[in-house]
């Protein structure tokens, strides 16, 4: 039995709406949303875990760099499960690192380290988690880019508007640093 | 470069004492414990996320079910990445339900909610987060059953004394409910 429910994200999702309601989503159907060339699936977020964690997937091509970004008070989790990621990460004493991640991998970045990551195999898929006390962070996604019905991958990247990339700093502890560098590439 | 730490658990762990570095383990190379037949590996606990999340797998052959569980303030994920689980779930109405997960599929056991699966192919592996506000859980593996430097699942399973079934309650949140029914079967 699969069903769906009303929710302040979605008209329909596989997310129950009563937090107490234990529930099952099938792959690929969770709440979607497009962010440049890639496909985000939230299965859980806040509502469900009274702002603990979340748990969603990031599935994409192999492609660009994505821009490098910091976040103040939340942790983050890169899990591969398909594929191939190459995560950029600088600790807080400006120490840099990059490392290739296959899947059963598993990268962990604190609050407050800048990183960035590149798929590096079509068909790549990373398991995330990224929350910090009494928040989380999974609509992230759909706020920069767009939320979608579609299964499946961007047919065009999404690319937001200048503007947005500031404008989810607050809401979403996520600041870009556009002019930040990876040495050693 | 693979670095190695001592922690409050292991003499040698992948993951580093001090939580505000980024770090990377490669598959089965997290922190390793026995319990049953099956092999949990954590790659982040609460000293990594402020106590806000935790990230683990656990590994095991088509086996029995598990004991019938609940956990008071703690909510877990259930996200399987190979073989199959059969995710048994009653919600705070009574209400009971199981389910087949077979890789990508994902489901959520709020609190309050008792609970139990069974790994329905060999080489099953799930992955797990755990966790309620303020407090972790990923310990509650090895302190029922036990910490190995193995890699790979036990080859005799690991069968925890009866009184720690009953000790683990207060320190993980974890209560088993041995008269437990699963209707309809």
Chains 1, 2 share one sequence.
């Not at 859980?44 to 192999?62: K, L, S, Y």
């Amino acid at each position: 039995m699969t069903m769906e429910f009303a929710t302040r994200y979605r008209a329909a999702s596989r997310i129950p709406a009563d937090p107490s309601k234990p529930y099952v989503i099938e792959k690929g159907e969770g709440d979607r949303a497009h962010l440049f060339g890639d496909l985000i699936t939230v299965y859980a977020g806040g509502e469900q875990t009274e702002n603990t964690f979340n748990f969603f997937t990031v599935e994409g091509p192999r492609g660009d760099i994505i821009p490098a970004h910091v976040h103040a008070d939340t942790h983050e989790v890169f899990y591969v499960t398909q594929g191939a990621v190459r995560l950029f990460v600088e600790d807080t004493e400006g120490e840099q690192s990059e490392r290739v991640l296959t899947p059963g991998d598993f990268g962990f970045v604190p609050k407050n380290c800048p990183h960035a990551y590149r798929m590096e195999r079509h068909h790549t898929q990373i398991v995330g988690v990224a929350a910090g006390p009494g928040h989380t962070f999974e609509r992230f996604f759909e706020t920069l880019g767009t939320p979608t019905e579609q299964l499946g991958l961007p047919a065009e990247p999404f690319v937001p508007e200048q503007h947005k990339f500031g404008s989810v700093r607050e809401q979403f502890d996520v600041r870009f640093l556009p002019d930040h560098q990876w040495r050693d590439r």
